[in-house]
């Protein structure tokens, strides 16, 4: 029992950093109906961001952790967002009246020279970090395990709630969410009632960049290291987390990637680690058997 509470609490927290991801992939595709293969490398790209800023106000400025802590997300959201916003301008933008590969191999050149960028002006090594946040609770143990819940666990699932019912509401209830709907259901119908369609294309890759930048600070505060390779895993993980989910549905991004985390540390812990990113995806390939939209998808309408 004391095994499989500890790895619950582990794949809620894994799962929660994949869901972070997971929405950016599928506010992306909702819109524009394109996978961003480069929103892994985003993802990577807000680590490192977090790290150089984690260090910079601690070790030079002399900050306590948790402003700057605070600090690090603020500026990680900025300066990703600022990132994503340029790469959609650069290298999708003019590609969104082609035909319908040609956005996706730019995505997936963008993740090559992300990943090839970071490993030149950064170095190929895995760069450690001292620890953000230190301190655990021991729930329940035995002499021979225990169940423990760092704080750090805690600040990750919280945030992740966090930005799943702010994002929600933003989609639901504001004049950007509306535009976004709109956009999703028919870009030329929603620009011709005088909705700035590119505008709201930006904005979208920008808030889902910022999503990413945290996910980034999370999974820098949860391993404490980050290498230039860490952007292709975790996102081939969060988009097949969207899909689970449902692409298209917030919900179903973050208990998509609730499911793949738990998937993965349950595999783990019984059976044997080698295999386990081979279990989330077969158990991929089984629900899209039965449920081909998703958990929390909808079928998709044919206009006519």
């Not at 760069?127 to 035995?142: A, E, H, T, Y």
């Not at 702010?166 to 209830?173: C, G, I, R, S």
């Amino acid at each position: 029992m004391e095994v499989f509470l500890q790895q619950l609490i582990n794949g809620l927290t894994l799962g929660s950093i994949y869901g972070l991801i997971a929405i950016g992939y599928t506010m992306v595709f909702g819109i524009i109906g394109m996978v961003n293969f480069a929103h892994g490398d985003v993802f990577m790209v807000g680590g490192f961001i977090a790290l150089m800023c984690f260090m910079i106000l601690t070790a030079w400025l002399g900050l306590a952790v948790i402003p700057s802590l605070l600090l690090v997300l603020l500026i990680g959201m900025i300066l990703t967002g600022l990132w994503n916003w340029t790469i959609e301008r650069v290298a999708y933008r003019p590609l969104r009246g082609s035909f319908r590969l040609a956005p996706l191999i730019s995505a997936i050149g963008m993740s090559i020279f992300l990943a090839n960028l970071v490993q030149v002006l950064q170095g190929p090594r895995n760069k450690p970090l001292p620890p953000m946040i230190q301190g655990n609770f021991v729930l329940m143990g035995s002499e021979s395990t225990t169940v423990v819940l760092a704080y750090k666990q805690i600040v990750i699932v919280v945030v992740t709630v966090a930005l799943l019912i702010a994002f929600w509401w933003l989609v639901q209830k504001t004049p950007l969410g509306r535009a976004q709907r709109a956009c999703e259901q028919d870009r030329k119908m929603a620009a011709l009632l005088g909705i700035d369609v590119d505008r709201t294309i930006s904005i979208t890759f920008v808030i889902g960049a910022a999503l990413a930048a945290v996910a980034g600070v999370m999974y820098l505060m949860y391993y404490g290291v980050v290498s230039f390779s860490d952007g292709f895993v975790p996102g081939v993980k969060a988009f097949t987390a969207a899909v689970l989910g449902g692409i298209g549905s917030l919900p179903g991004a973050v208990l998509g990637g609730l499911l793949i985390g738990l998937i993965e540390t349950m595999w783990s812990a019984y059976f044997t680690i080698d295999y386990k990113d081979v279990a989330a995806f077969s158990i991929l390939a089984i629900t899209l058997i039965f449920l081909p939209t998703g958990i929390l998808g909808r079928p998709e309408v044919e206009k006519v």
